[in-house]
């Protein structure tokens, strides 16, 4: 369901073209009060299709890319829809969880379906205090999120089109870790 932006070179070189129009290296510097870098692995246009099984139990899985990257990265995604999507569309959009969370939560316990996955009761106890979203996103709407942001594609019973993103996630130079990046420009 994805393709690295950096895969391809025509793609690669238009949305880098969109980044310097909108100033995204000042934008993302200013973030980290630091140079900041794109991640290649994690740049990415994502194709999300609709699912037959929504409201039958299983789920898309509640995560945080900080459980990928490591919880010291110093990470900032911006996710743009491609396309129209989540509340009130037929394509899936995204569902998050709209609270500071400073810490990678406990994943793959409980009922949690996959290792990877923060258990749907941990993510009700969550939502208590702060509701989940599943904002409208017109094509070109970014949304920005951090590492440690609890989120997950958000699908809806009914939905039947695809949705397509762009992915882009940010690393203050200083935390990249093992991370292959590029420098933006």
Request: one cysteine or more; charged letters at 25%.
């Amino acid at each position: 369901g994805s393709i690295r932006v950096i895969d391809s070179p025509r793609g690669s070189f238009k949305v880098m073209d969109i980044y310097r129009k909108h100033r995204m290296k000042a934008i993302a510097d200013a973030y980290f009060g630091e140079p900041a870098v794109l991640a290649t692995r994690k740049w990415v246009f994502r194709l999300i299709t609709p699912r037959d099984d929504v409201g039958k139990g299983i789920g898309g899985g509640w995560h945080q890319d900080g459980r990928f990257m490591g919880k010291d990265i110093r990470a900032l995604n911006m996710w743009v829809a491609l396309s129209d999507c989540g509340e009130g569309t037929a394509a899936p959009g995204m569902a998050i969880i709209p609270k500071r969370i400073s810490t990678i939560l406990e994943t793959g316990t409980r009922e949690a379906q996959f290792n990877w996955v923060v258990p749907p009761s941990l993510v009700e106890e969550i939502a208590q205090a702060a509701p989940l979203t599943k904002p409208h996103f017109a094509a070109g709407d970014a949304l920005f999120f951090d590492h440690f942001s609890l989120h997950r594609s958000g699908h809806d019973e009914g939905q039947s089109e695809n949705r397509y993103a762009l992915e882009s996630w940010f690393y203050a130079s200083s935390a990249t870790a093992d991370n292959a990046v590029i420098d933006l420009v």
